[in-house]
């Protein structure tokens, strides 16, 4: 485990620090290891493992190496209050995207298998066949074909489906047709009985499950967000359901978690809310990534996943 003794500044309100303490022990001989309530010497914090910035900021770790997302993503951080010139890296590691591809799989074989419309007939005691149909005649148009979303389209691939995947640069994934643009995304989900948004939020992604967008859907597509709440908008969905244009949804996550118990997604007989399940993180899976770019920042070394701020998030560092 070499000479290291990383201090490490540890925050979140979702995870728990007994769990990363003791993951982080599994990987360094000697480390420091601090919360909030107890940073002795914040000139001698490395790195920051973070979810959130904490309401105290991070400018007093005036000697802070690396900043380090406990999440798939960095938007949940707010962003303007991260301290310029430290890199941030998000975490990715095999374990979480396995888990978004058994929730993939998962909800398109309800839409596949319509055990939405089952689930519907039997609370109204109703025995009506609909005949079932082959993975091949079922098209999945998947937003984003990044470290998850290319998991998720070769996993439906190998299952038969017709897969289709949209990605900012070209890509090449066997067996999976893939478009850019704009103009390349109205084609896919034209084409798609399922569409499955997992996207990160960027400034250009934000809101991009839009009335717009759900004009060149087919009639009856199913919609599938396992991304983020704020790519939809989520008046335009309820519209395209009452007009037909999506037959049902499962919304992973949604503008404001907890849903709040007013909203018209909850009791709608075509949306499943799950609570932001899809991924999940564990210390004990995830602790060998954040352990391989601490070592990284201790040394100087570019991080892993280290994010683009100015490209992906219109934040000049
Ligand atoms: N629900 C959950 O529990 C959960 C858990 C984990 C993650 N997530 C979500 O999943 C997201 C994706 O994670 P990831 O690790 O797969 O991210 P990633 O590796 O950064 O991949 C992002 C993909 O989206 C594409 N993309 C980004 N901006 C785009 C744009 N403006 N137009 C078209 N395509 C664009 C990228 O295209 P290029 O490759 O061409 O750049 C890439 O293919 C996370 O950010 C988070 O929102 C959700």
């Given amino acids: 485990m070499g000479d290291l003794k990383p201090s490490i ?14 993951a982080l022990a599994t990987q360094f001989d000697d480390f420091t290891f601090s919360v909030s309530s107890g940073v002795g010497n914040p000139e001698s914090v490395d790195i920051a493992l973070i979810w959130t910035v904490p309401e105290e900021g991070l400018e007093r770790f005036i000697n802070l190496r690396a900043i380090l997302s406990l999440g798939a993503g960095i938007d949940q951080m707010n962003l303007g ?25 998962t909800a398109v074989y309800r839409y596949h298998r319509r055990f939405h419309l089952f689930e519907r007939q039997s609370r109204n005691c109703r025995w009506a066949f609909i005949p079932p149909t082959l993975t091949a005649d079922t098209s999945v148009g998947i937003l984003g074909l990044g470290e998850i979303g290319r998991e998720i389209a ?24 893939t478009y850019t643009s704009r103009d390349g995304l109205k084609t896919m989900v034209g084409c798609s009985n399922i569409v499955l948004n997992v996207l990160p939020l960027t400034d250009e992604t934000r809101h991009i499950l839009s009335r717009d967008l759900f004009a060149q859907f087919r009639d009856g597509t ?23 244009k999506v037959e049902a949804a499962t919304l992973d996550v949604t503008s404001v978690e907890p849903l709040p118990p007013t909203h018209p997604f909850w009791n709608h007989g075509s949306i499943l809310i799950t609570p932001h399940v899809a991924g999940a993180s564990r210390a004990m899976t995830a602790v060998a990534t954040i352990a391989a770019n601490i070592r990284r920042a201790m040394v100087g070394e570019r991080l892993l996943h280290q994010v683009d701020l100015d490209r992906d998030h219109g934040v000049s560092q």
């Avoid at 728990?16 to 303490?21: C, I, L, V």
């Fill in 154 to 177: 070769l996993a439906l691939r190998r299952e038969g489906f017709d897969v289709r995947g949209w990605s900012r640069t070209p890509k090449q994934l066997e067996g999976v047709i």
């Fill in 222 to 244: 199913c919609l599938i967000n396992m991304g983020r709440g704020t790519h939809l908008v989520e008046a335009d969905l309820l519209e395209a359901i009452a007009s037909g």
């Fill in 81 to 105: 209050r991260l301290p310029k010139q430290v890199p941030i890296a998000r975490l990715v590691h095999s374990s979480l995207a396995r888990t978004m591809v058994d929730y993939a799989k």
């Fill in 9 to 22: 500044f540890f925050h979140s309100a979702i995870d728990s620090p007994d769990e990363w303490r003791a």
